[in-house]
T-cell receptor, first 112, second 114 residues
């Protein structure tokens, strides 16, 4: 079945460092791909999405490009801030389906 | 402001007890979902509902029950049959038919066993 694999955390970075969180998926076809962010004690918020191959999602300085050849959707940010400390989830969803398949999440801690 | 409200924020269950988690939304969304979050496990779908009076099992429905009598409400009951209920429970909603659009999540309920 479908699955989403994220790099294991926790990831600890200094402020202004470059961030990459890897995400790959296993699926037959081309689902929509999402990154969600969860701040401590809260629910999840959509960070960005891409619905077809080569699409780039971007929001709040974060970017991810839908790469069908490598079945990947890696999250990147050029300069992280302390306020970016959170758990990040990669997810996929099929058109016509109501179910999201989530990765296990990657905890990011940014230190001053 | 529109949103999803989950209550309570913290809940404790005794052995053999059923407990109900509340989820209310005023976003006029048709579809609602319940997810369970365990440390290092990501989110797993328990139940979802696309319309009133209809719901489907997700990946880990055993030991849980739901109802959808109103569009705005989707309560989750954790029954005594659920042997490992300690987890963070998240409710979500979305527009029906917009399956490439985002889910809106509540702020969660932490359930613990006494």
């Amino acid at each position: 079945g479908d699955s989403v694999t994220q790099m294991e955390g926790p990831v600890t970075l200094s402020e202004e460092a470059f961030l990459t969180i890897n995400c790959t998926y296993t699926a037959t076809g081309y689902p929509s791909l999402f990154w969600y962010v969860q701040y401590p004690g809260e629910g999840l918020q959509l960070l960005l999405k891409a619905t077809k191959a080569d699409d780039k999602g971007s929001n709040k300085g974060f970017e991810a490009t839908y790469r069908k050849e490598t079945t990947s959707f890696h999250l990147e940010k050029g300069s992280v801030q302390v306020s970016d400390s959170a758990v990040y989830f990669c997810a996929l969803r099929w058109a016509g389906s109501y179910q999201l398949t989530f990765g296990k999440g990657t905890k990011l801690s940014v230190i001053p | 402001d529109g949103g999803i409200t989950q209550s309570p924020k913290y809940l404790f269950r005794k052995e053999g007890q059923n407990v109900t988690l509340s989820c209310e939304q005023n976003l006029n969304h048709d579809a609602m979902y319940w997810y369970r979050q365990d440390p290092g496990q990501g989110l797993r779908l328990i139940y979802y509902s696309q319309i009133v009076n209809d719901f489907q099992k997700g990946d880990i429905a055993e030991g849980y029950s739901v109802s959808r009598e109103k569009k705005e409400s989707f309560p989750l009951t954790v029954t005594s049959a659920q042997k490992n209920p300690t987890a963070f429970y998240l409710c979500a909603s979305s527009y029906r038919g917009e399956t490439t659009e985002k889910l809106f999540f509540g702020s969660g309920t932490q359930l613990s066993v006494l």
